[in-house]
């Protein structure tokens, strides 16, 4: 399946519905009272964290997601009912930004629901409006409207440990050594081209994931070589592992690599440096 791990998309929680204006129509009361119902409310809307879930492929092809309307009340003090919520699903460690502004909505992290945007309120019929001093109001609330608006959904995966080296440092080599995961290898630059997780296990110590990202290179964290793209994925991993090809075929002294990788990590986030980190030797 193809990873895709940003799309954008339109969100709407459901309007409330409106209340009603009705008076009681009984043979015998020619002059009943009101009997307005009022609206349902709109529908929720909620990014549910799906654990079996890694990539954002199905939202690039359903770009409206809506939640449903309340329904009107009726007569005879009926009220409309609720709008269903909507429930979209995505992979853990989403973040859901205004498409605007930038302002972060929520993080999705574990597997269960989280509010994004409310329904609106239903309306109140006549009948609640109903006094002493006014028997008979001939006015009701219209529903509340829901929100709605453009947002981000940006996919930062989450990991306890990240690879980061220059492209062909042997990251790609190192995971499917010592997990199940298997990236494209190859004797050439940025053989990896998206993200990949593996998971680690050794004899009877708790399993641990690690993420290999796309090789790293000078002005990454402005967008060269898409590495502000890429840098992302490791801002929730607990540690980071920085890979030094020191075979002597590198374009650049190991020690040189080393410094650029850690100014890329800094200019990108300078939260980077604080995660514990710890440098490996490949192609000895």
């Not at 929680?13 to 009681?24: E, L, V, Y």
């Not at 239903?122 to 529903?143: D, I, L, M, V, W």
């Not at 790609?172 to 998206?194: E, G, N, W």
């Amino acid at each position: 399946m193809k990873f895709v791990d940003s799309v954008k998309i339109h969100v709407r929680s459901g309007n409330g519905g409106a209340g009603c204006t009705a008076f009681r129509r009984e043979k015998y009361i020619p002059n009943g009272g009101p009997d307005g119902g009022d609206g349902g409310k709109g529908g929720d809307i909620f990014m549910f964290g799906d654990s079996g879930k890694n990539t954002l492929l199905d939202l690039s092809f359903q770009q409206h997601q809506h939640a449903e309307h309340g329904i009107s009340g009726g007569g005879s003090d009926k009220h409309g009912r609720n709008g269903k919520d909507l429930h979209i699903r995505v992979p853990l460690g989403t973040v859901v930004k205004d498409i605007e502004t930038g302002e972060i909505f929520l993080e999705v992290v574990e597997e269960k629901d989280y509010l994004l945007f409310a329904g609106g309120r239903g309306g109140r019929g006549n009948a609640r409006f109903k006094t002493s001093t006014n028997r008979s109001p001939e006015y009701h609330q219209p529903g509340e409207p829901g929100h709605e608006c453009w947002v981000r959904l940006e996919l930062k995966l989450m990991a306890d440990v990240g690879l980061v080296g220059f492209p062909n440092a042997g990251k790609s080599t190192l995971i499917s050594s010592v997990s199940q995961a298997h990236p494209k290898i190859a004797d050439y630059p940025f053989t990896t081209l998206v993200p990949q997780l593996g998971v680690v296990k050794i004899n009877n110590l708790d399993p641990f994931v690690i993420a290999d990202i796309p090789g790293i290179i000078a002005g990454a964290h402005d967008g060269r070589g898409l590495g502000d793209q890429f840098l992302r994925h490791i801002e929730r991993t607990a540690s980071l592992l920085l890979l030094l090809d020191v075979s002597g075929f590198s374009e650049n002294p190991p020690q040189e690599e080393y410094q650029t990788l850690i100014e890329e990590l800094e200019l990108f986030s300078p939260k980077l440096l604080e995660k514990s980190r710890a440098v490996a030797f490949t192609k000895l």
